[in-house]
């Protein structure tokens, strides 16, 4: 396989397991000249810069990023940064020196970073308000000078490194509390190569056919290096959904990137699915979103697990022990308690989201007249989680079985008889009834669940998908609607998970061709564009965070899928030709 290289200004550096990227995007839409060392710990924040330097003063350098090394090359020489575990970034040069200087722009009682010299080894400490973490940079060879030591208030705080031109290393930590003084055993070499390996196995397992497909060397590497070691609220390791500014856990976007991690890291796959489970609260509901130091109740996400967990199982090696099935069974039941509980009016059997948010669609238009609402695809998650649900329970309680099919029969014949106007599925106010907008894409969802449709429905729901169908994709807004905006999040641009539900939709009620057509057009659009957070649906431009883990995923899968049909294929001609 060729080298994987990347654009450090889209996709950050990084290694699976640590909190820490390399990277010139540094907050919210907001990138620097310099790249910077950033900590996702309590937060997003840059804590160090990196300046290449030549004879004392700044220079201008090349920078070439690939999974096991950052390179930063100038006329006089080079720098190289390689993770050297998941808390230490290592950093080699010759030729070209380094000014490593403090990113906060003063030191005050409760901001900002203090710098002083360890007396034990002398290595350069900087303790960050920010993160609440110590950052050690220690000499590992070549000249060293610490600048601003022991500095209260404004001014520089820096080190420099290679300011003779010579060699030089050095190793950048962070740290808890006082470790010991960094002594490596492993050369540089070694690291780098440590790592090539680390990714190179990764890659192999989930995108083994990557070779037929040119995005699955960069998806992989956006899905390796997101992933982090269990730590703060995080209680499993986990898959954020970017090492930009997205460093969260959603509680629908982890079951995307289960999906793809499935068949190759069914241990990793699990925990992406049950990490939002691991804050579930005694209603029954999930989390908004974890990171590090924070979980979020002010919104819930779509029930999209049931339907999801049945993909994961099937795309599992091994059958699935039997104290995680008990598991998901307790947690799915409980989740699925919550909506029909706390989610419905007095007398109704649809629930409701109680904002676009719930959705997971936060500004979609069927939100604009109002907030309060009965959606189908919400109907329609349900109704295949209840499903699910009692699968489970003919396994882990056989006497529940029955009151979730119930249920499940329930609400499929109010989605139907509430929900469907014989063209199209409508959302309405739960207070007046009040229909809303028809005009985005959210209002075909119910698409994943045409099997349990009567015959026309799926019909008339392609057919809203074509309408939506670009030459990228299935657009979230119709491009006709005067509500179309071309960066409007979920007012017009393409999104992977809406794409990967509408085409599963698709391919479940026969519709092979146009889920063909949908996948296709994604994946080429991702080839082009990245793995961006989402992207315009007329031009293909990458639009928000660059570096999104959904997306990879996203393309991972339908990417996988793509592969299992060609191969099929080939293999029925064979067959054909053999007779």
């Not at 009692?390 to 079985?401: F, G, Q, S």
């Not at 996948?519 to 957070?533: I, K, N, T, V, Y």
Request: charged share 20%.
């Amino acid at each position: 396989m060729p080298t994987l290289e990347f654009p450090i200004d889209e996709v950050p550096f990084s290694m699976r397991g640590s909190w820490l990227s390399v990277s010139r995007v540094v907050g919210l839409h907001r990138s620097t000249e310099l790249i910077h060392l950033v900590s996702h710990q309590t937060g997003m924040h840059p804590v160090l810069s990196f300046q290449p330097m030549a004879g004392g003063a700044p220079v201008e350098t090349t920078e070439v990023a690939a999974p096991e090394r950052l390179r930063w090359v100038g006329g006089a020489g080079e720098f190289t940064a390689t993770f050297a575990d998941v808390d230490t970034v290592r950093v080699r040069g010759a030729g070209l020196g380094l000014r490593l200087a403090d990113a906060a722009d003063g030191l005050t009682p409760f901001t900002g970073t203090f710098l002083f010299i360890a007396p034990q080894d002398g290595a350069a400490v900087l303790t960050s308000y920010e993160t609440g973490r110590r950052y050690r940079v220690t000499p590992l060879a070549g000249d060293f000078a610490v600048i601003g030591s022991e500095r209260l208030g404004a001014g520089d705080r820096a080190i420099e490194v290679g300011g003779d031109g010579g060699e030089w290393e050095i190793a950048i930590e962070e740290v808890a509390s006082e470790p010991a003084p960094s002594r490596p055993t492993n050369s540089f070499d070694e690291v780098v190569a440590a790592r090539a390996s680390e990714f190179a196995a990764f890659a192999d397992g989930v995108a083994p056919w990557r070779a037929e497909h040119p995005g699955a060397a960069l998806a992989a590497y956006v899905l390796w290096s997101a992933t982090v070691r269990p730590l703060g609220f995080v209680t499993r390791e986990t898959v954020l959904m970017s090492k930009h500014w997205m460093d969260k856990v959603w509680s629908w976007d982890h079951c995307f990137n289960a999906l793809a991690l499935a068949p190759s890291h069914p241990e990793l796959a699990i925990d992406q699915f049950l990490v939002v489970f691991d804050h579930q609260v005694a209603t029954g509901a999930l989390p908004d979103s974890i990171t590090h130091s924070e979980v979020l109740y002010n919104f819930v996400k779509p029930p999209i697990h049931g339907w999801m967990w049945s993909e994961l199982r099937r795309r599992l090696p091994d059958p699935v022990p039997a104290e995680v099935l008990r598991e998901v069974y307790r947690r799915l039941a409980a989740w699925t308690r919550y909506w029909l509980d706390h989610r419905r009016g007095p007398g109704a059997v649809l629930p409701f989201y109680e904002h676009g948010n719930d959705s997971g669609w936060d500004n979609s238009t069927v939100f604009d007249l109002d907030r309060v609402v009965e959606s189908p695809d919400l109907a329609a998650f349900l109704v295949l989680q209840l499903d699910e649900v009692a699968r489970l329970a003919e396994e882990v309680a056989p006497d529940a079985a029955e009151g979730w099919r119930r249920e499940g029969e329930l609400l499929l014949a109010a989605l139907l008889g509430e929900l469907w106007d014989g063209e199209q599925f409508i959302a309405r106010s739960v207070a007046d009834r009040r229909v809303g907008s028809t005009s985005s894409l959210l209002t075909a969802l119910p698409l994943i669940a045409s099997h349990r449709f009567p015959d026309g429905v799926a019909e008339r729901l392609a057919e809203k998908v074509m309408a939506h169908l670009t030459a990228f994709g299935p657009a979230t807004e119709l491009p006709s609607s005067p509500q179309y905006d071309a960066d409007g999040y979920w007012r017009g641009p393409i999104w992977a998970p809406s794409t990967v539900i509408v085409e599963a939709g698709l391919r479940a009620s026969g519709h092979h061709d146009l889920a063909n057509e949908v996948s296709e057009r994604f994946r080429r659009l991702c080839e082009r564009s990245g793995f961006a957070e989402n992207f315009d649906a007329l031009t293909g431009a990458g639009l928000r965070d660059r570096a999104y883990t959904w997306t990879a995923s996203a393309y991972l899968l339908l990417a996988g899928q793509a592969s299992e049909r060609s191969t099929m294929a080939g293999m029925a001609t064979d067959a054909a030709g053999r007779t």
